[in-house]
Each structure stands twice: as structure tokens, then as C-alpha cells.
């Protein structure tokens, strides 16, 4: 139900935003609809339902643990199917940032990740990086158009496809429609994580490709703890410095040695 709801928001704020924009690509939408449909299937739908299906089955801890092994899954197929490679100096940096986002989720005690206990909730979750990853991948095989028509094409495709799903929570399932504060939070994550984020990863991956790009999602547990610190009001702990010193050290490893 989430994320059907966070595609119909997405679909209808872009449509608003660009409706002329969409009308005047729609035939070239057309003539490249299986590839936008394959794309926001596997990344924007696939990604979402895997990843919260994986939260009722393991912790929050072990996702963002697993989180981290994307960048390794992206450079992993593009060198599989594409011969592209990061420099060996390059993967130490990736691996550098890896363990900056360890440091935070572990919340400095690093002894903590060896009594984690793996489960079938985190191999969900590995399904849904493998998804992630693919789509990543696949970037490069979009059409050349206005970004706006392409997240409409890519949030329409994830529409369509959660649709079955969220039929079958309705007939077989749970489905709990949200209060105020979840159809907040639906608004939230339509309108930043699916709209503003996602464009953004799609420019990105154009401009630097996909190998240097993933290397930036260990960002992600950073970013959320420096907002818990400036928002929720979190004490800044040593080991925030030092994970942030070390996500920022091997992103810098990454981009110095690339080709430019």
C-alpha cells in the first residue's frame, strides 16, 4: 500500500509539473516504453517492495549494514556485462566508504556487527540491492529526454506494476490506510526520495556513470545521522567525525583516481 501510494503521488506531482513537457515527448515515450517500463519496475518498483518487505523480516541494522555492498553490486555487473572496471586504488576507496558507513550504523562498536544474526529478511534484502544495482546498470540504456517525461515514465512503470501487489494486500492481506502524519509521510517520500533523489542519482549516473556514482549511497547512513543531530537533537559522538571523515576520505580516493 505504501508503495502504491508513493507512485500515485509521484505520477500525479510530475504530470502537474510537466504535463506540456510529457505531452509534447509522449510519442517518444511510447517507442521507448519497455525500456522505461523494465527500468522503474526493477528500480523504483521492485527496489521499494523488496526493501520494505525486508524491514518486517530483519532490523534496521542489518539493512543498513547490507546497504552498503551496493556500490560493490554495481561495479560488479558493469564489469560482468559492460568490461568496466574500477581501478584497483579506486575499490579501495569504494571499500574505504563502506566502512565509514559501518562505523555509523554499528554507533562506533564495531564488535557489535560480529554477533549480527543473518536471516531470510536480510536476503530479501540483498534481492532488492541486486534489483537496485541492475537498474543502476541499466541507466545507460534510457532515452534522451527531458528528465521530467523520463521520471514519469519510470514512476508510471513502477505504478503499473505495484498495482497487482497492492490488489492482492486488499483482497488477501492487511492493508491499514494512513493517518495525518502517514499521509505526511507518504508526501515526503513521493515528493523527495522519489522525485527529487531519483532524478538526481539518474543525472548523476549520466554525468560521472554508474561505478562512481553508486560509491555515493554510502552517504546515506552519514547523512541520516547529521540530520538526527541537527534536527532530532542526537549528541555528536567521536565516531560520527570518524565515519564521516572516512565516507568523505574514500569518496575523494574514488573521484581523484577516475577517468576523467
Request: aromatic share 14%; net charge positive.
Amino acid at each position: 500500500t505504501l508503495t502504491m501510494l508513493r507512485w500515485v503521488f509521484a505520477c500525479s506531482i510530475c504530470f502537474l509539473m510537466a504535463h506540456k513537457q510529457i505531452r509534447a515527448d509522449w510519442p517518444a515515450l511510447k517507442r521507448n516504453w519497455p525500456v522505461l517500463f523494465a527500468l522503474g519496475s526493477i528500480g523504483f518498483a521492485g527496489f521499494n517492495l523488496m526493501y520494505y518487505w525486508a524491514l518486517h523480516h530483519t532490523t534496521a541494522l542489518n539493512v543498513a549494514i547490507i546497504q552498503a555492498v551496493l556500490p560493490l553490486m554495481i561495479v560488479g555487473l558493469n564489469f560482468i556485462f559492460f568490461a568496466q572496471r574500477l581501478r584497483w586504488v579506486q575499490m579501495l576507496g569504494v571499500l574505504i566508504t563502506m566502512f565509514g558507513a559501518a562505523i555509523i550504523v554499528a554507533h562506533g562498536d564495531l564488535g557489535s556487527l560480529l554477533s549480527l544474526a543473518f536471516n531470510q529478511g536480510d536476503l530479501i534484502m540483498l534481492g532488492a540491492l541486486a534489483l537496485y544495482a541492475i537498474y543502476t546498470v541499466g541507466l545507460r540504456f534510457k532515452p534522451n529526454l527531458h528528465w521530467l517525461s523520463i521520471v514519469f515514465g519510470l514512476s508510471l512503470g513502477a505504478l503499473l506494476t505495484v498495482a497487482p501487489f497492492f490488489a492482492a494486500e486488499l483482497l488477501w492481506g492487511d492493508p491499514r490506510w494512513p493517518g495525518i502524519d502517514g499521509w505526511l509521510v507518504v508526501a515526503y517520500i513521493a515528493i523527495f526520495p522519489s522525485l527529487i533523489a531519483q532524478s538526481c542519482f539518474i543525472r548523476a549516473v549520466e554525468l560521472v556513470g554508474p561505478n562512481r556514482a553508486g560509491a555515493f549511497v554510502n552517504l546515506t547512513p552519514v547523512m541520516g545521522s547529521l540530520l538526527a543531530i541537527l534536527i532530532l537533537g542526537e549528541r555528536l559522538e567521536i565516531y560520527h567525525v570518524v565515519a564521516l571523515l572516512l565516507v568523505f576520505a574514500g569518496l575523494a580516493v574514488v573521484e581523484r583516481f577516475a577517468h576523467k
